[in-house]
C-alpha cells in the first residue's frame, strides 16, 4: 500500500501537460490534496513564463494557472520526496517514444502508484512488466480538451472510468485502497468525475469502439464525425466496424451488450460536427496512436481467430497516414521506390 494515504497531500507527477494532462493538473491541485508537479516539453518556456490560460467547461477561465511546480523533464526522484502518484498523459506512439523509459526516473519501486490517463486497449501489460511492485491504475478519459503553446480550451467535461489494471503480485485490498485515494483526490474539488470501476478492460473496450473506429477513420478520410456519416459511411463503415471491435472484445471474454453500438453512435450526435483527437492530429501533422488504438485490438482478434476485415483495411490506410507524417517530422525515410511487391 502506498504511504501517500498517511500524507495531508500527496506528491503527484503528472508527465505530459497537453490538454489532457494539464486539465489533470487543475483537477488535481484544485482538490487541495496533492501538490503537482507538471513535467511539460514544448511549452515549457511559454507556462513558466506566463502559466496556462485555461478556459473551461469545469473550471471556468484560469488566467496566469500553474500546478505547485513545472519542469521540463521528468525528474529523477528522490529518496527524500518521492511520488505517491505518477499520472501519464502523453500519447503511446512506440514509433517515437517508449512510455516505460520516459517515466522510470520518477518511479519508486514498492511506493509510486502509476496512473495511465490514455488512450488505448491494453497499454497496461508493459508498465506492470517494468515495475512488478508498483499499482497500477487505468482510466480511459472522455474529456474534450486542446492546448496550444499553453492556451487550453476545455469544452467537454472532465470524467473517467478509472480502475485497477491488476497485478497478480500485488495485493488486491491495497490496489484498491490506492484506487480510492487517488479517486478522492481528482474528484476532491468536486467538478471532475472519476468514477470507480470494477473491470477498467471492459470501459477500454466500450472506448474502442468508439475511438477505434471513429478517431481511425475520420483520420484516413479526413471528414469529421459528422461529415463520414453524412456520405454514407454510417452504415458502410462506421457501424460494421464497431461490430467487428464488438467481436474482438466478445472473444476477449468481454460482452459489450446488444445496444452498445447504437450507444456508441447515439453518443455522438450527427448535428455535433466535430474533428475527433486522431484528425486533429493529422491537421496538426502529428504522429497517431495508431497501435495503442486499433492495432492492439486486432493483435487479440488474430489470437482469437475473429475476422475482421473493414478493421483491417483501415489499419493498413491508418500506417499508410502514419508513414507519411513520421516521415515529415523525420522520424523515418521515405524509400526513394518500393519494390513492386510492395503494392500486391
Known sequence: ???????????????????????????????????????????????????????SVD???LSGWRPSHVVNKVPHVSAESPFDYVVVTLKTIPE???IVEIIAPSITPNRTTIVLLQNGIYIEPPIIDAFQTNVVLSG???IGAHQHNGHVIHDDPDRYHLGVFHNPKL??????RNLEDFASIYNGAGIAHATIVADIVHYRWRKALWNGIFNTMCAVTQLDNAAIRRFGGEHSLIRPGMAEMAKI???????????????MVDA???????????????DKGNPLEVEVVLGNALRIARQKGVQTPIL?????????????????RGYISEPKELPTADFI
Open 268 to 282: 455522438t450526435p450527427i448535428e455535433l460536427s466535430f474533428r475527433p483527437s486522431m484528425l486533429v492530429d493529422v
Open 59 to 61: 473550471h471556468g477561465k
Open 96 to 98: 517515437i517514444n517508449n
Open 140 to 142: 480511459p478519459s472522455y
Open 171 to 176: 495485493d488486491p485490498e491495497d490496489e484498491r
Open 249 to 263: 472484445a466478445q472473444a476477449d471474454g468481454y460482452n459489450l451488450g446488444d445496444k452498445v453500438i447504437d450507444e
Open 1 to 55: 500500500m502506498s504511504e501517500s494515504t498517511h500524507q495531508s497531500k500527496r506528491n503527484v507527477l503528472v508527465i505530459g501537460a497537453g490538454g489532457v494532462g494539464t486539465m489533470a493538473c487543475v483537477a488535481l491541485e484544485r482538490s487541495g490534496m496533492a501538490s503537482v508537479t507538471a513535467a511539460l516539453r514544448s511549452n515549457y518556456e511559454k507556462v513558466l513564463r506566463d502559466g496556462f490560460e485555461i478556459e
Open 312 to 328: 483491417d483495411n483501415t489499419y493498413r490506410f491508418l500506417k499508410l497516414v502514419q508513414a507519411r507524417l513520421l516521415a515529415a
